[in-house]
């Protein structure tokens, strides 16, 4: 199998309804948009966004779409198109990017979203997707985090720590006991909250998707505006399933809020748009939970009713590097 292979038997059916893709017979697509454009780029590796080995060719392909579908959601943007850059190891084979290139047709029908182009290259390892996402952006604005304001509030969609407890699951890090429900799907398959941004769009002020982990993103939103927060950890909504692992105590609250993955939106809202917000939110089918405001200082406190979490000014994912191999 050489790129050409990749291309012609994999690939270019995923762009063959998008015109300006031009088939990816040229080195460019060629976009005319009446909006504006929402651009994003996020990239996993096999070992570092999630366990070597551990997940399919087709679930690969559709987590790393839908990790960057979640930033789109976060500014109330409609799916447009995307890049796509492999870096594939030698043993990759045309199974494997069958699966793979079917997995992203499915999501692309269910999202609406086509292949623009994109490279692919030889890499001695790790696996490696990265996607350039594109889409359209409403008159209505795209909720940037520096127009969080001073009194908001913040609300959160869905469930908070399923994906982190999932990954755990896939590892065998995380006992489960018999008729425990399994949280794996929540982390191979984040559901970006495209409808429910666009639903909000006009009365939110700020978005950011929950992809750090709750406790970082709130710092990350609100910090953007030079403000602070004051969470209730208490108020977090939790699955069943979390809620089970919490009470038998193979994960805190604290855990829960900075694991990550989560893929969930978290607003910041004028308090007297609440109301109305959670309509809509209920409308698209989604639960909205109100978990604390914006403050006007830097800063984030995250309580529980035994007092402040020690981790509130450091919870959450960061990628670092230290000069050294390690």
């Not at 990790?67 to 030698?90: E, F, I, R």
């Not at 666009?198 to 929950?210: C, E, F, K, P, R």
């Not at 939106?265 to 109100?290: D, H, Y």
């Not at 800063?299 to 990628?319: I, N, Q």
Request: glycine share 10%; charged share 20%; proline share 5%.
């Amino acid at each position: 199998m050489d790129e050409h292979d990749i291309l012609t038997r994999c690939l270019r059916a995923l762009a063959a309804d998008f015109t300006p893709a031009h088939r990816l017979l040229d080195d460019v697509a060629v976009l005319q948009c009446d909006q504006a454009l929402a651009i994003s780029t996020d990239t996993v590796v096999e070992g570092v966004h999630f366990p070597a080995g551990a997940l399919s060719a087709e679930q690969i392909a559709r987590r790393a779409l839908r990790v960057n579908l979640s930033d789109l959601a976060a500014s109330a943007a409609t799916p447009l198109c995307y890049l796509l850059g492999l870096q594939l190891p030698p043993l990759t084979d045309l199974d494997w990017m069958a699966g793979f290139a079917g997995g992203l047709r499915e999501d692309q029908e269910h999202f609406g979203i086509r292949l623009a182009g994109g490279d692919t290259v030889r890499t001695p390892g790790p696996l490696a997707v990265s996607i350039t996402v594109m889409g359209r952006v409403a008159r209505d604005g795209t909720l940037p985090r520096t127009d969080t304001e001073d009194g908001d509030v913040l609300a959160v969609t869905g469930t908070i720590g399923d994906a982190w407890l999932g990954r755990l699951e896939l590892e065998g890090k995380l006992p489960i006991a018999a008729g425990a429900p399994t949280l794996a799907e929540r982390f191979l398959l984040p559901a970006p909250r495209l409808e429910i941004s666009q639903g909000l769009a006009a009365l939110a002020h700020a978005a950011i998707d929950v992809s750090d982990g709750l406790i970082a993103d709130v710092r990350n939103l609100c910090g953007a505006a030079g403000k602070g927060a004051r969470i209730s950890l208490d108020d977090a909504p939790l699955s069943e399933a979390a809620r089970f692992h919490v009470d038998r105590g193979n994960a805190t609250l604290e855990d829960l809020a900075a694991g990550g993955d989560d893929y969930e939106l978290l607003f910041s809202i004028p308090r007297r748009a609440v109301p109305q917000a959670t309509e809509i939110a209920a409308a698209c089918g989604v639960a909205l939970t109100v978990i604390g405001e914006v403050t006007d200082g830097p800063g984030v406190s995250a309580f529980t009713t035994d007092g402040e979490s020690p981790g509130s000014a450091t919870g959450g994912y960061v990628h670092s590097w230290n000069g050294s191999a390690d």
